[in-house]
């Protein structure tokens, strides 16, 4: 089926483990975007990328590795997971700029 | 640094009430502005797209419109049901910086529709 596809949905992690969250898009878009979305600090950008191979950094991008090295997968790898990095990631997708983005379901991380 | 804020943060109305949700931004250099639905603990759906060029959209009971020079946009619901309930987020997709374009995201509006 067409869209974005985050899995798993959900998962539960001991600290210190490395957790990959796996985000998969079927349009070929060439945008996509990592955000985790808080209680009090909203929808926060993490890192995102233009294209395959090109990626960059969001507004929290501390303990996070992302590659992207084919345009329909954008994997985000938490290296050591920590406490405070519990929470729900959405994935997202666009088009040129004048294209909307399209969010995955999320996946909602518990690190204990 | 593009700053969205929405207006109220909060609001109950009853079944059958029209209104308006605001969105406000402090930079006008935007390609286009999205307004998204999130229900608790779902993810977020897109309800309307508006261009920087264009001064609305409309889908259905849902209106929005945007004035890039004033920096607003509002979203008019009308005929509210309780199947409305949810957060209203307003996002602007900021001209690039960096390698892509982003948006930036307001702190949203919850709404409940009571019967």
């Known amino acids: 089926d067409a869209g974005i596809t985050q899995s798993p949905r959900y998962k539960i992690t001991e600290t210190g483990r490395q957790v990959t969250l796996m985000c998969h898009q079927t349009w070929s878009h060439s945008y996509m975007f990592w955000y985790r979305q808080d209680l009090g600090h909203g929808l926060r950008l993490i890192y995102y990328?233009?294209?395959?191979?090109?990626?960059d950094k969001g507004e929290v991008p501390d303990g996070y590795v992302v590659s992207r090295s084919k345009t329909e997968n954008f994997p985000l790898t938490l290296e050591s997971a920590t406490r405070s990095q519990t929470s729900v990631y959405f994935c997202?997708?666009?088009?040129?700029?004048?294209?909307?983005?399209?969010f995955g379901s999320g996946t909602r991380l518990t690190v204990v | 640094k593009q700053e969205v804020t929405q207006i109220p943060a909060a609001l109950s109305v009853p079944e059958g009430e029209n209104l308006v949700l605001n969105c406000s931004f402090t930079?006008?250099?935007?390609?286009?502005l999205q307004w998204f639905r999130q229900d608790p603990g779902k993810g977020l759906t897109s309800l309307l797209l508006?261009?920087?060029?264009?001064r609305e959209q409309t889908s259905g009971r849902l209106n929005a419109s945007l004035d890039k020079s004033s920096g607003r946009s509002t979203l008019y619901i009308a005929a509210s049901q309780p199947g409305d309930s949810a957060t209203y987020l307003c996002?602007?997709?900021?001209?690039?910086?960096?390698?892509?374009?982003?948006?930036?995201f307001g702190t949203g509006t919850r709404l409940q529709v009571t019967l």
């Open positions: 990328s233009a294209a395959a191979d090109i990626t």
């Open positions: 508006i261009q920087s060029s264009q």
């Open positions: 930079d006008s250099a935007i390609y286009n």
């Open positions: 996002a602007v997709r900021l001209i690039n910086t960096g390698t892509a374009s982003k948006l930036t």
């Open positions: 997202a997708s666009s088009g040129d700029t004048s294209y909307g983005y399209t």
